[in-house]
T-cell receptor, first 114, second 117 residues
Framework: KNQVEQSPQSLIILEGKNCTLQ??????????LRWYKQDTGRGPVSLTI?????NTKSNGRYTATLDADTKQSSLHITASQLSDSASYIC?????????????FGKGTHLIIQP | GAGVSQSPRYKVAKRGQDVALRCDPI?????LFWYQQALGQGPEFLTY????????KSGLPSDRFFAERPEGSVSTLKIQRTQQEDSAVYLC???????????????FGPGTRLTVT
């Protein structure tokens, strides 16, 4: 069964610090990997999307990496801000592109403390 | 509107009641998805529409769940005879693309939080 595992489940860091969130997947055949940010009470918002050939992509203070060989991805947040407090969800899709071809991780709940 | 909207934002239903959840996708978006998100979990796929056609309903957990998109824009997710295990956030997402839908960006609505008492 296709799976997406994220770690840690939750993380608390001080404002201004950096952090890295991990995503391991067993989804195949792999098409692309996305990181979403979900604020409490809101829908997920896309941060990055990476295909097989891309191994890093940045969006402001967010940098995602992808190792398609080891099936691992990370999301690095630089100089964290209070507004970064949210759940970060890793989503992997399969090449077949069916509607159910997106597999969502459970998310990492990040709390930024002042 | 600029994004996907959903209504109501919160719904409390007594067990056994029927509920209807509405999704207004981004104008012009062909694809529409419904997801169920339990507390502390990632979204789980329920069903998918391409325009007015419901092409995949494999994620609907039981025949109490029914979705429609009669004119290819607004969609309604209906849950009959609600049970406590139906309590969750129901997310709607729309996408510009059709086939190969997972390669296109999905834009999510804020969700409807359903609580069944």
């Amino acid at each position: 069964k296709n799976q997406v595992e994220q770690s840690p489940q939750s993380l608390i860091i001080l404002e201004g610090k950096n952090c890295t969130l991990q995503c391991n997947y067993t989804v195949s055949p792999f098409s692309n990997l996305r990181w979403y940010k979900q604020d409490t009470g809101r829908g997920p918002v896309s941060l990055t999307i990476m295909t097989f050939s891309e191994n890093t992509k940045s969006n402001g203070r967010y940098t995602a990496t992808l190792d398609a060989d080891t099936k691992q991805s990370s999301l690095h947040i630089t100089a964290s801000q209070l507004s970064d407090s949210a759940s970060y969800i890793c989503v992997v899709s399969v090449i077949s592109g069916g509607a159910d071809g997106l597999t969502f991780g459970k998310g990492t709940h990040l709390i930024i403390q002042p | 509107g600029a994004g996907v909207s959903q209504s109501p934002r919160y719904k409390v239903a007594k067990r056994g009641q029927d509920v209807a959840l509405r999704c207004d996708p981004i104008s012009g978006h062909v694809s529409l998805f419904w997801y169920q998100q339990a507390l502390g979990q990632g979204p789980e796929f329920l069903t998918y529409f391409q325009n007015e056609a419901q092409l995949d309903k494999s994620g609907l957990p039981s025949d109490r769940f029914f979705a429609e998109r009669p004119e290819g824009s607004v969609s309604t997710l209906k849950i009959q005879r609600t049970q406590q295990e139906d309590s969750a956030v129901y997310l709607c997402a729309s996408s510009l693309g059709r086939l190969g839908v997972t390669t296109y960006e999905q834009y999510f609505g804020p969700g409807t939080r359903l609580t069944v008492t």
